[in-house]
């Protein structure tokens, strides 16, 4: 085996700091709130090009008179297409926004290349049915890993993957970086990539459970996460520079799904060794050996003595 690292030592000091963090977040649910997008808000999105703006500060200026607009540069840096949002619903004078860009740069320079309205009761769907996919997400994974595991196991996993979840609407919501159904894609993917990482490692305990002579389950937890750290590291690396390419070289909704993944893949691959394991090593504290997982340790062969 290899050299054990000593992780069950930091399991308390990065709950507290988890704990710190996800704090924050409540608080700045209500100090900035969540930045939603059109998918989750009733409002008419339009995608406009002005062949003659010079640059996204003016066409923000150019509508500051109306309430809640807010625009987006769509393309590189030499584009002239850009996306407004705002809270004018279906039915209401559309043209305001229209009217404005019209007077600032000429109804030649301005063209409409695309409007869409959400209705309030279509978003307040879309929000409660994403709500509900992630639970059932959720349960459904407790479930398998119950069933493939034990009951501590599957909820040490299953608190490991709430943790991501808040420590990346933590980032959303001080970043103010948008909510829509892009970003929420990019969380459920962690869901599914970070529990892939915690059951690697909750195999390996499975494994050394019964191989190891020690007195305290968190030895077998230390030398676990020491054998699939390589594992871990290599695995979240590759991915991480693959989602750093789509950032560097997109731009808008896969630029925000690029930089929601990249948060949480250090989230994931942080609480699958010390957010996971520090709560099955509580649940386990009174742990004895002859109590094992699914096995006793093993018995030591018997020795033959040899008489005469």
């Known amino acids: 085996m290899k050299d054990r690292i000593n992780f069950s030592k930091a399991f308390l000091p990065c709950a507290i700091i988890s704990l710190v963090l996800i704090v924050s977040g409540v608080v700045g649910l ?11 808000k009733p409002g008419m999105i339009e995608e406009v090009e002005i062949s003659n703006a010079a640059g996204i500060e003016e066409v923000r200026d150019a509508l500051s008179a109306f309430g809640g607009v807010s625009v987006k540069k769509i393309g590189g840096a030499d584009s002239s297409f ?7 619903s279906e039915g209401d004078d559309d043209s305001q926004i229209t009217d404005a860009l019209n007077a600032k740069y000429g109804a030649a320079n301005v063209s409409v290349q695309k409007t869409d309205f959400i209705g309030s009761s279509m978003s307040a769907s879309l929000a409660r049915n994403s709500i509900l996919l992630l639970l059932g997400t959720m349960v459904l994974i407790w479930l ?4 493939r595991f034990h009951w501590d196991f599957a909820l040490g996993a299953i608190i490991a993957l709430i943790h991501d979840i808040f420590i990346m609407f933590t980032f959303i919501i001080w970043s103010q970086l948008e909510f829509s159904t892009t970003v929420l894609a990019a969380v459920l993917t962690i869901v599914g990539y970070s529990i892939n990482a915690t059951v690697v490692i909750l195999d390996r305990v499975r494994y050394n459970l019964p191989l190891m002579e020690v007195k305290k389950f968190g030895e077998i937890l230390d030398q676990s996460l020491t054998d699939t750290l390589t594992r871990s590291i290599i695995t979240t690396a590759t991915t991480f520079f693959a989602v750093l390419a789509l950032y560097i070289f997109t731009t808008g909704s896969i630029k925000d799904f690029a930089l929601a993944m990249m948060v949480g893949l250090l989230s994931g691959f942080y609480s699958s060794i ?3 394991s ?3 090593n509580l649940t386990r504290r009174n742990w004895k050996p002859e109590f094992g997982f699914h096995h006793a340790l093993p018995k030591k062969p018997a020795q033959t003595v040899v008489v005469g």
């Open 30 to 40: 209500f100090v900035r709130g969540i930045n939603f997008g059109i998918d989750f």
């Open 278 to 280: 520090g709560f099955i």
């Open 144 to 147: 398998y890993a119950t069933v």
């Open 274 to 276: 010390f957010i996971s």
């Open 82 to 88: 850009y996306q407004i949002r705002s809270g004018i």
